[in-house]
């Protein structure tokens, strides 16, 4: 991470002075496979374009198509729960619905959803129609919703053909409710077990605070939201697409990994992190590999427990730290807090990764790399020769807690390479394997949401790329 303060950029200029940049990067080959992407054509549907001020019944063109809502508006009230600058408020026994449909079915549907403001809470259900709307049934259970932070709601639908959908507020009288981000995945695509060979699939977290304050670690962001398929479709990508495809900061990260054939899709913020619930359509089960880059928002001891199940089953978990006195969203949790937390006050085992990270801020280009044959210094992807921290954190490893734990990366000083201020590392844990990165800034590839300043520390040299893209495939365990 970098601040935008006076004394960081002395040091800033003071690292690049002294450090000899290797050139750019270039582009990823192309793939060798295709992906499919797994969305419905015009979704996810964020509410962000249209205007609907009253509850009067009436139709609106939104990003999808035209819906009509019926005792609804589209609300951009500091009241409104949403995740960009507007979101459905519906209220009596309201109803939000397509006047058209998606014609390759649908499989499993998101809804985001709250209670508006102060309001008590409400029930709604999600109704379907197979016919244009002539009929529709119920699917799934009815919801209620009475916190007033946005969480998701996920329906299995599973018709082929053509679908729309209509969501109905069933109770809670004159109590409003806020819709948004509301999702539909093609009929037959999306939570299927991860491939074992060949291509992979990438679950990128944004569900815990990554877009808080100046952040944007994620691979896409549209009017303020990171859904769960990155648009424009994944399909589109080829050997020549440019990282600015997506808008996210870290979308350099996910084009390479697409250009390979590799799936990678996002956790968007509302969504529980589980694992073993089928019922959950990114269950981390569905997933080779989980990359949380800088969480804001530290992890239930049910999504610890379920993270650590994951890697000790076999997934592969890439860790991002970032400095001391680094919380963007004043919680009283900084990054470096949540990873120890995870680690450290969890259900499964104490110290399960054997490193920590410390409570340190420093801004370094290091060239001390682990030498041998290590897959992710020396992977497919090209040798590693150096690793810059713009304001990052570094790790102390412990043997005794896991004697696979490893530094590869350490700061210049420690030239022992043994088990402190190392600033990359890895390990693995039952048949599962864990990376961490002590800073954010590597990863960064200075093209984010609009507002935010965001910094290229992907194309600061060619060793950047090769670690994130080394480790993303070791974890994946393709090399």
């Known amino acids: 991470m970098k601040f935008n303060f006076v004394f960081a950029g002395a040091l800033l200029a003071l690292s690049a002075a002294c450090t000899k940049l290797e050139p750019t990067p270039s582009a990823t080959p192309?793939?060798?496979?295709?992906?499919?992407?797994?969305s419905a054509t015009g979704f996810p549907e964020t509410f962000e374009t249209g205007t609907k001020t009253a509850y009067t019944t009436g139709s609106v063109t939104l990003g999808s198509g035209s819906w009509t809502l019926n005792d609804a508006l589209l609300g951009n009230t500091t009241a409104d729960a949403k995740t960009g600058s507007q979101s459905v408020r519906v209220r009596n026994v309201g109803s939000v619905g397509m006047n058209f449909n998606t014609t390759a079915g649908a499989g499993v549907v998101t809804v985001g959803h709250a209670v508006y403001g102060t309001d008590g809470s409400s029930q709604w259900e999600l109704w379907v129609s197979q016919n244009s709307g002539s009929s529709y049934a119920k699917v799934g259970s009815t919801i209620t919703s009475s916190s007033a932070t946005l969480s998701t709601a996920s329906f299995t639908v599973n018709l082929s053909g053509t679908v729309r959908l209509q969501i109905r507020k069933t109770s809670g009288g004159t109590n409003r409710i806020n819709l948004d981000n509301v999702t539909v995945e093609q009929y037959?695509?999306?939570?299927?077990?991860p491939p074992t060979t060949g291509a992979k699939k990438f679950l990128f977290d944004g569900s815990h605070g990554e877009l808080a304050g100046n952040a944007d670690w994620v691979l896409d962001v549209n009017s303020g939201v990171a859904s769960r398929y990155p648009t424009p479709a994944q399909s589109g990508i080829t050997s020549s697409t440019p990282e600015t495809y997506w808008t996210g900061a870290i979308s350099a990260w996910g084009v390479a990994l697409a250009k390979q054939g590799h799936t990678v899709e996002q956790l968007p913020a509302g969504s529980t992190i589980s694992y073993g619930n089928t019922s959950n359509p990114q269950d981390l089960s569905y997933y080779n590999v989980f990359v949380v880059d800088e969480p804001n928002i530290i992890f239930t001891a049910a999504e610890k427990t379920a993270i650590l199940q994951f890697v000790q089953n076999g997934g592969g978990l890439f860790m991002i730290s970032d400095h001391d006195i680094s919380d963007r969203n004043n919680d009283g949790y900084d990054s470096p807090d949540i990873w120890n937390d995870l680690m450290q006050n969890n259900s499964v085992k104490a110290n399960p990764f054997g490193f920590s990270v410390n409570l340190?801020?420093?801004?370094?280009?290091?060239?001390?790399?682990?030498?041998?044959?290590?897959?992710?210094?020396?992977g497919s992807q090209g040798a590693v020769s150096q690793l810059s921290f713009h304001n990052g954190a570094t790790m102390t490893l412990n043997p005794t807690a896991n004697s696979t734990v490893q530094g590869l990366i350490w700061r210049t000083s420690a030239t022992a390479q043994g088990n402190n201020l190392a600033m990359a590392a890895s390990s693995t844990f039952g048949s599962g394997r864990?990376?961490?990165?002590?800073?954010?800034?590597?990863?960064?590839?200075?093209?984010?949401?609009?507002?935010?300043?965001?910094?290229?520390g992907w194309g600061e040299n060619v060793s950047h790329p090769r670690l994130h893209l080394n480790a993303s495939l070791w974890l994946a365990k393709l090399q």
Not at 360 to 378: A, F, H, K, M
């Open 30 to 38: 192309a793939a060798t496979s295709s992906t499919a992407d797994v």
């Open 188 to 193: 037959g695509g999306g939570t299927t077990p």
């Open 360 to 378: 340190d801020n420093i801004v370094e280009n290091s060239s001390n790399v682990r030498t041998g044959s290590n897959p992710i210094l020396n």
């Open 434 to 456: 864990v990376v961490i990165i002590g800073d954010s800034s590597p990863a960064d590839d200075g093209t984010g949401s609009p507002g935010n300043t965001v910094y290229d």
